[in-house]
C-alpha cells in the first residue's frame, strides 16, 4: 500500500510539472523550427542539419546540464539563480569592490533578464498561437495582435484572484498538448521515415563546419527549441528532480523530438513555402482548429507559470535584500507559493502588451526572445560553476572537466543571439539593465542608510537617564518595535523620546533575521535585554513571509495581552547632500524606491489601527 501512494505521489508530482515546468519549453515547436530555416534555408541539407542542431541542443543542454549537473545544485531543495545567489559566501554577496562585486553584479542581471523573460515568454508564446488563426483563413491575419492583447490583458487582470483553481488542469491540458504533439509528429515521419536520420550527431558537426560564423547566426533562432530551460531548475522546489526528470524524459522529450521530426517532413515535401510548420502538421481543417484552440490553452498555461514565477522571484529578491518591500497577496490558504505581487503584474503585464503591439509578430519577437535565454543561461552556468566549487567543495577535477564544456556551449548560443542585438535583442537587455540598476541602487542605498544608522545609536542607559531625570514620561504599555539588534535603540524609539517625550513601560524587539535558505524551521526566541526590554528573534527563509503580529500571540503573550500593545516603526525621510555616500541620481532614485515601498505594517502583518509610525530625517 505504501508503495502505491508513493507511486500515486510521484505521478501527480510528474503530471503537475508538466503544467508549470514544462509548459514554456513545450510550446517551442510552434515557431522554433520555423525560425530557424528561415535562417539556415530550405534545403534538404540545411533541414537536416537544423533538425539535429536542435535535437543535441536539447539533449546537451537540458538533458545534461540541467538535469545531471545543475539541478544538484539544489538550496535545501530549491533551485533557481536567487538560489544560488544565496549560497554564495557572504563576503561575495555583500562585496563593494573588484571581481566578487562584479560577479555580484553579473548574477543581478541575469536575474532582471529572468523578469524581461517573464515579459517575452506571454507575448510571444500566446501571439504565436494567435497566429494559427492565419492558417484558418488568411483574413484573420488582422486579428492576431488584437487577440493576443486581449488575452493578456484578461491573462493578468486576473491574477489576483489566483491560479490554484486553473492548475489543477494545466498538468491534464499540457498532457494532452505533449500527446498531440508526438502523434502529429508520427503521423509525418511515417510518411518520410529517411528523417529519423537528422537526429544523428553527424549532420549538425557537418552542419557547423561548413558554415563557419553562420552557424552563429542559425543558432541564434535554434535556441528557441531550448525556451524555458531554466524553469527545470527555478521550479525544482515545487516538484523535485525525480518528477522533473521523469516528465522530459519519458513525455517530453519524446514528443517534442517527434513533432520537429514531423515539422522537417513538410519543410522536405513542401520546400521554400515560408508558413507555420507546426500548423501545417494537422491533416484536416477540423485538427487544425483543434491545434490552434489547444496551442493558445498551452501557451496561457506557459504565459502562467512564468507570471508566478516572476512573482516568486520578485519576494526572493526582496528577503534577499535586493529590492524595496513589495505589497504580496496570498491567494490562496492552503498552496503555498499562490502569491500577487500587484507591481510586479503590471509591469510584466504592461511590458507583455507593449512587446505585442510594438514587434506584431512572433518572428519579429524572437531576436529578443533568444537573447534573453542565452543570457540567462549562460549566467546560471557560471554561477553553478561557482557554487560547486566553493559551496558544495565538489571535485576540482570533475568541475574541469565539464564546466568549461558546459559555458562553451551556452557562451557559443549566447554570441549567437548577441548578433541579433540590433533586431529586438536590444529590448530584454535594456529592461535587464535598467532593472539591474535599481538593485544595484537599492543595494547601495540600503548599505548607506545602516551607516547612517550607526551613527544616531542611543544606549539604553542612555533611555533610563532621560527616564530618571524626567524629561521623558512613561506611557503605561507595552511597545513593539522592529530592529535588526536589540544592542541599539530601535530608531522609532529615539524619535519618539526625542520628539514626543516618551517611552513604554515595557518594550519588545523584534528582529526579523533573513536566512541563507528557502525555508527556516527554526523557532523564534525570547530573550531579556534588561528589566524593561524584551527582544524576539524571528528566523524567515527567503521564501517564506513572516506574521508578526501571529508570531507574538504564537511565542510571547496572549491575544488579549497583544491587543493592548502598541506598534511603533520610523518612517525615515532623507535629505538631498552632496557630500553623502549617495550623490545625484542614485540618491533621488533610492529616495522614489524607499518612498514606495511597502509599509512595514503591511508587509510584516502588523495591525493597522495599532501602529504610530514616527518621522525621522536622515542624511546619507
Known sequence: MKSTNKTTSLGALTLGALGVVFGDIGTSPIYALRESLRTAG???????????????????VVTLKYLVFVLRADNNGEGGILSLFALLPNKVRSATGGTKYLFVIFMLLGTALLVADGMLTPAISVLSAAEGLETLNADFASWTVPLTVFILVTLFAFQYKGSNTLGKIFGPIILIWFTTLGYLGILKVKEHPEVIEALLPNYAIDYVIHHG?????????????????????????????????????????????LNYLGQAVIAIQEPGEDKSLFFALAPNDAMRVFLVVLATLATIIASQALITGVASLARQAVRLGLLPRLKIVHTSSTVIGQIYVPAVNLVIGLGAVFLVVNFKTSSALANAYSFAISATMLMTTIAFGYVAAEKFKWSKKALVLFIPILILIDLSFFLATVTKIFKGAWVPLAIGVAITYLMWVWRKGQAALESALKKQDMTWAEVEESLQSGDVSIIPDTGIYLSASATKVPQALIAQINNLHSCPKEILIVSVIQGDVPVVTAKPILKDVNKRVKQLYVWVGFKQDVNIQKTIVDHVMSADEERECTYYLADRKFLENSQGSLRGMTDKVFGILHRNSATASSYFGLPENRVITLGTQMDL
Open 42 to 60: 530550405s534545403e534538404v541539407y540545411d533541414i537536416y542539419g537544423v533538425v539535429s542542431l536542435i535535437f543535441w541542443s536539447l539533449m546537451l
Open 213 to 257: 560564423f553562420h552557424t552563429f547566426i542559425i543558432l541564434s533562432s535554434v535556441i528557441l527549441a531550448v525556451t524555458g530551460a531554466e524553469a527545470l531548475y527555478a521550479d525544482l522546489g515545487h516538484f523535485g528532480k525525480r518528477p522533473i526528470r521523469i516528465g522530459w524524459i519519458f513525455i517530453v522529450a519524446p514528443a517534442l523530438v
